[in-house]
């Protein structure tokens, strides 16, 4: 099968060979957790959710208590791919991607300014259309941003094939599964280093750079899109933090309007005075986004409702 | 995970007694509903409902199949539930597979008939292709993307919603004189088939907190129940089925005026329901 | 992963030493940043069976092979698949039963290298197409966890691999599906037609950029990350593992994957030699096996001098070996003179001296030795050596 049109030089759907999928992110979809973000790269859409900085549930999985646990499970929907068949949860591939994807956001997470805490990375995928495990940790990293737990850099991931002796970037389900070789790279993005690089099928060695070098730049691509997507929100946040705000006023599609339809002004408002009490969260290095006035949730803290009565 | 206060417990149950909850609803009264249709375009019918925070995932596939030896003349339906992790860090692992398992049986006993597949809310003999030989094994999965109360009836919703939205491509079967061969069969890619789902029924859950009781209880107020009733209505007002849930025993006088409850309720529902489905239908089309 | 508090963890000074040292450019055994431990190949009885020694490593690994059907997407290929076993005597964190993370993480790095860059030809693994295809299946043992377990485990893979032998079938029958698997003793096994050798490299990520290759188990309990590129001798990048961890500069990796192919050049013809040298003693051996008189002979001269000299030390050794050239010619003589009871009742005798014997019998048992003069004196050899006894 030809996989690029060698006239048009154009692929099977219809993008050229260093082009990306439509790119979509939307922070705060799963309305109870402490953070959580949708992330789409064309049909293939995640969602994340991350719980914690909380207490460590079973004190025999902390290693080591002068950082925090991060963990992950990788999980995808019954429906999500084409054939559809029922799998046993945690097979090989799934917990080698829940591992993978684990020690990559650990690469970014200030594990030591959370001693003794412990934070939950859930990623569930709704449709797989190829480069899963780069959704998913795009996905986590607009979550744990949304959670407001201290990252010292954003970062994204994407893959890279080689066909038709054409490096691709973002391959789709049908490229991914042509049997080409299939370059997954995690970046962070400011510090311009690879902290994940999974490749298999046999690539020379200069091909081998070329095609990992369109994924570095497909990363980079993406970096900026979620630096995007966290500069809404944060934008949408600080009118929402507002209590004078007039809250019922329809928000963009990359607000978390979810939680916000049922809260009163007056939870609101101390919710915003809670966020002074607290302090300050320390962020090292450039990414100043990351301070989110939203770090708690209203759910999280139900002790408003003593406040009211 | 639901860690309350003596205070806050004393609030949400105050709060019911005085038909004024926490979060400003009515004891009869359903959260915000709101419905997405297609959002699953590899499956032949797919919705995302949330009611509140809780949110569901329902697909719907269609598969050729064989029908089964006792029932040549009838498709096959199955449900399955799946509760992600991201709704609740319980459901990680293996956490999920109880609440999954009630969740399935209890759709399945409302939703696919007796054994026979009599009284199905879809009319199986529409899923057959050819009799005895093909026919449309229909999946029906239902993922909890957000947990916060009330999923069995958001799970129904959100299936009855992807059940509207289901297409079933129109198969045109090759006339083969020969019975024994395997008829040939050519699924065409444009034409689809809707379902009537108009017998689909909704389930409306009830929620015994202290002497009174609630529909469309968020994970808070089912902490603090005694015990719980799950109605499934379909449109003519006809109940097609009943769980108890909760270990406190009910007046059998209650649980008649319950389901009379649930039938009142369950009409306006499903009107909004409908509405919902118009709604989202109307916007999918338009994209 | 509940066995996880279990793992070693370096206290502070430890990590301390092991860190400054390797600023300084010295690991704590002395070796180079980029130099490999020591490594032993070694291989078992049967074909297909090897153990690996890197340094303080130790890997088995067992390759079998057995007919299966092909999957329907690949009817005319056969099936490789790695299975890998970490037991709790290797490394207390390893969990008993279940395949933790570091189990499955290895083992698919592991078939990742092999299988999708086609290393192992698949295709003359087939049969008949559709039906039958060989479905080979490795098994990788830990044994000791003393760091780099997936380099260690992937030669293993490919030592056992490359000495595999699998039986000779052929198709037959009216319809052309039969399948006929021929003894190894009737036709000699084949071995695998292996394309290539993609070895795995191990690097590990200290901060401030230090990079050392092959780490031990220390150094994996400080490193910040960790990747394994798996390439082969001629050049190609057939897999590369690196799981998030300590951030590298893409220059670094590139540096790293060409460092590898130095490493991977050198494993190749390591592996190659070893595997040359089983081969050919496994050759040897049957070249010996063959004419089977040859030793026979000199033993028996052996005996028949030693019987001379009537040595009462020598004696009980001469005994043995006479016994066990006893049973051939038992089965002669009962074949011909049925009716002596005398021989009889000393086959009896005999037979059971010789289960005594049967240790070191073995092999002589297996050749006929021809009738000779010792016939005739056994049965006074048998009565002294049981008056010996008692």
Same mark, same amino acid.
């Given at each position: 099968m030809e996989y690029v049109n060698p006239l048009t030089g154009f692929r099977v759907d219809g993008r050229r060979p260093n082009e990306m999928r439509q790119l979509k992110g939307e922070v705060g979809v799963v309305a109870r957790a402490d953070g959580s973000a949708l992330f789409e790269m064309g049909n293939t859409r995640v969602i994340a959710a991350v719980y914690g900085p909380r207490e460590v549930q079973n004190k025999g999985q902390q290693v080591n208590s002068n950082e925090a646990l991060v963990r992950c499970e990788y999980r995808m929907a019954e429906f999500s791919t084409g054939d559809r068949r029922r799998k046993p949860k945690g097979d090989r591939r799934s917990t080698e991607i829940s591992l993978v994807i684990r020690q990559t956001m650990e690469a970014s997470i200030l594990t030591h300014l959370m001693p003794r805490s412990q934070i939950d990375i859930y990623v569930q995928v709704l449709q797989a259309d190829g480069g899963t495990r780069s959704a998913c940790i795009n996905a986590a990293t607009l979550a744990l941003a949304d959670a407001g737990i201290p990252m010292r850099d954003i970062v994204t991931s994407c893959s890279a094939g080689y066909l038709c002796s054409t490096p691709l970037l973002d391959l789709n389900y049908l490229e991914d599964s042509a049997g080409g070789s299939d370059v997954t790279v995690g970046i962070l993005a400011k510090m311009d280093k690879v902290t994940l690089l999974q490749m298999d099928a046999k690539l020379p060695m200069d091909t081998f750079e070329n095609v990992m070098g369109l994924a570095i730049e497909g990363c980079k691509a993406i970096a900026s899109y979620i630096q995007e997507c966290m500069q809404i929100n944060d934008l949408n946040l600080s009118k929402i933090a507002v209590p004078t705000m007039d809250i019922t006023q329809p928000l963009k599609s990359l607000t978390c309007c979810g939680w916000m339809a049922f809260v009163h002004c007056i939870a609101v408002h101390r919710n915003f005075l809670g966020l002074l009490e607290r302090p300050m969260e320390y962020v090292e290095g450039p990414v100043g986004l990351l301070l989110s006035p939203k770090s708690r949730r209203p759910q999280n803290s139900p002790s408003h409702f003593v406040g009211i009565w | 995970m639901v860690g309350l206060s003596e205070g806050e417990k004393h609030f949400i149950r105050g709060g019911i007694t005085q038909d004024l909850r926490t979060d400003g609803r009515k004891r009869l009264q359903f959260r915000a509903l709101s419905v997405q249709t297609g959002v699953i375009p590899q499956a032949n019918g797919s919705a995302r409902v949330r009611l509140g925070a809780t949110?569901?995932?329902? @697909?719907?596939?269609?598969?050729?199949?064989?029908?089964? /030896?006792?029932?040549?003349?009838?498709?096959?339906? @199955?449900?399955?539930?799946?509760?992600?992790?991201?709704?609740?860090?319980?459901?990680?692992?293996? #956490?999920?597979?109880?609440?999954?398992?009630?969740?399935?049986?209890?759709? %399945?006993?409302?939703?696919?008939?007796?054994? &026979?597949?009599?009284?199905?809310?879809?009319?199986? @003999?529409?899923?057959?292709?050819?009799? #005895?030989?093909?026919?449309?094994?229909?999946? /029906?999965?239902?993922?909890?993307?957000?947990?916060?109360?009330?999923?069995?009836?958001?799970?129904?919703?959100?299936?009855?919603?992807?059940? &509207?939205?289901?297409?079933?491509?129109?198969?045109?079967?090759?006339?083969?004189?020969? &019975?024994?061969?395997?008829?040939?069969?050519?699924?065409?890619?444009?034409?689809?088939? %809707?379902?009537?789902?108009?017998?689909?029924?909704?389930?409306?859950?009830?929620?015994?907190?202290? !002497?009174?009781y609630i529909v469309d209880a968020n994970s808070e107020e089912e902490s603090q129940m005694s015990s719980a009733v799950s109605v499934s209505v379909n449109r003519h007002g006809q109940i097609c089925g009943l769980t108890k849930r909760g270990g406190a025993g009910l007046d059998p006088s209650v649980i008649f005026d319950m389901i009379s409850v649930a039938k009142h309720v369950s009409q306006q529902f499903i009107s909004l329901l409908d509405s919902e489905i118009a709604a989202a239908e109307a916007e999918e089309a338009e994209c | 992963m509940a066995m996880e508090h279990l793992r070693w963890r370096p206290t502070v000074n430890e990590r301390d030493f092991i860190e400054r040292a390797l600023q300084s450019d010295l690991r704590v055994d002395g070796r180079h940043s980029?130099?490999?431990?020591?490594?032993?190949?070694?291989?078992?009885?049967?074909?297909?069976?090897?153990?690996? %020694?890197?340094?303080?490593?130790?890997?088995?690994?067992?390759?079998?092979?057995?007919?299966?059907?092909?999957? !329907?997407?690949?009817?005319?290929?056969?099936?490789l698949a790695i299975f890998t076993e970490f037991s709790p005597m290797a490394d207390p964190a390893f969990e008993p039963g279940r395949p933790g993370e570091s189990a499955i993480e290895l083992g698919r790095v592991i078939d990742r290298g092999l299988r999708e860059s086609r290393a192992v030809d698949m295709e003359s693994l087939c049969v008949v197409a559709g039906k039958h295809v060989w479905s080979v299946r490795v098994d990788l043992h830990i044994l000791d966890n003393g760091g780099n377990l997936i380099d260690a485990a992937n030669i293993a893979a490919l030592a056992a691999l490359s000495t595999f032998r699998r039986?000779?079938?052929?198709?037959?029958?009216?319809?052309?599906?039969?399948?006929?698997?021929?003894?190894?003793?009737? !036709?000699?096994?084949?071995?695998?037609?292996?394309?290539?050798?993609? /070895?795995?490299?191990?690097?590990?990520?200290?901060?401030?950029?230090?990079?050392?290759?092959?780490?031990?188990?220390?150094?994996? $309990?400080?490193?910040?990350?960790?990747?394994? $590129?798996?390439?082969?001798?001629?050049?190609?990048?057939?897999?590369?593992?690196?799981?998030?961890?300590?951030?590298?500069m893409s220059s670094v990796i590139m540096q790293c994957l060409r460092i590898a192919l130095v490493k991977a050049a050198d494993i190749t013809s390591k592996i190659k030699k070893a595997v040359d040298s089983y081969t050919t003693e496994k050759a040897?051996?049957?070249?010996?096996?063959?004419?089977? &008189?040859?030793?026979?002979?000199?033993?028996?001269?052996?005996?028949?001098?030693?019987?001379?000299?009537?040595?009462?030390?020598?004696?009980?050794?001469?005994?043995?070996? %006479?016994?066990?050239?006893?049973?051939?010619?038992?089965?002669?003589?009962?074949?011909?003179?049925?009716?002596?009871?005398?021989?009889?009742?000393?086959?009896?005798?005999?037979?059971?001296?010789?289960?005594? $014997?049967?240790?070191?019998s073995d092999e002589s048992q297996e050749i006929g030795s021809p009738k000779s003069l010792k016939d005739a004196i056994k049965p006074k050899h048998k009565r002294k050596k049981k008056s010996d006894k008692s």
């Open positions: - | 949110e569901i995932i329902a @697909s719907v596939k269609a598969e050729l199949g064989k029908p089964s /030896i006792l029932h040549p003349d009838k498709g096959k339906v @199955s449900i399955f539930v799946d509760c992600s992790p991201t709704a609740e860090p319980m459901f990680e692992g293996r #956490g999920s597979e109880e609440l999954s398992a009630e969740l399935s049986v209890s759709l %399945q006993r409302c939703l696919l008939g007796g054994k &026979s597949g009599a009284g199905a809310a879809i009319d199986l @003999s529409s899923l057959i292709v050819v009799e #005895g030989k093909v026919c449309w094994d229909l999946y /029906i999965d239902g993922l909890v993307v957000s947990s916060d109360g009330n999923l069995l009836d958001a799970l129904a919703a959100a299936i009855k919603v992807a059940l &509207s939205d289901t297409g079933i491509p129109k198969v045109n079967v090759s006339v083969n004189a020969a &019975s024994d061969e395997e008829p040939e069969v050519d699924v065409s890619d444009e034409e689809f088939l %809707q379902f009537d789902t108009s017998s689909v029924p909704v389930i409306i859950t009830l929620t015994k907190v202290g !002497r009174h | 980029f130099d490999f431990r020591k490594l032993k190949i070694t291989f078992g009885r049967e074909d297909g069976s090897s153990e690996v %020694q890197l340094g303080e490593t130790h890997v088995m690994g067992y390759v079998t092979a057995q007919l299966v059907q092909p999957y !329907r997407d690949r009817p005319n290929e056969g099936t039986p000779e079938c052929t198709v037959g029958g009216d319809d052309g599906q039969q399948v006929t698997v021929h003894d190894p003793e009737v !036709r000699d096994p084949l071995p695998l037609t292996i394309h290539h050798m993609p /070895i795995a490299v191990t690097f590990a990520y200290f901060g401030e950029g230090n990079i050392v290759v092959d780490p031990t188990y220390k150094e994996e $309990a400080v490193m910040g990350g960790r990747m394994t $590129a798996t390439v082969n001798s001629n050049g190609d990048v057939c897999a590369i593992q690196k799981a998030g961890g300590e951030g590298v040897l051996k049957k070249v010996k096996r063959l004419p089977t &008189s040859v030793p026979q002979k000199i033993s028996v001269t052996d005996v028949i001098m030693e019987d001379k000299g009537d040595g009462e030390l020598e004696k009980q050794t001469v005994d043995v070996q %006479q016994i066990s050239k006893d049973p051939p010619t038992i089965v002669k003589v009962s074949s011909h003179e049925d009716a002596q009871p005398m021989t009889e009742s000393s086959n009896a005798e005999v037979n059971t001296s010789s289960a005594v $014997a049967a240790g070191e």
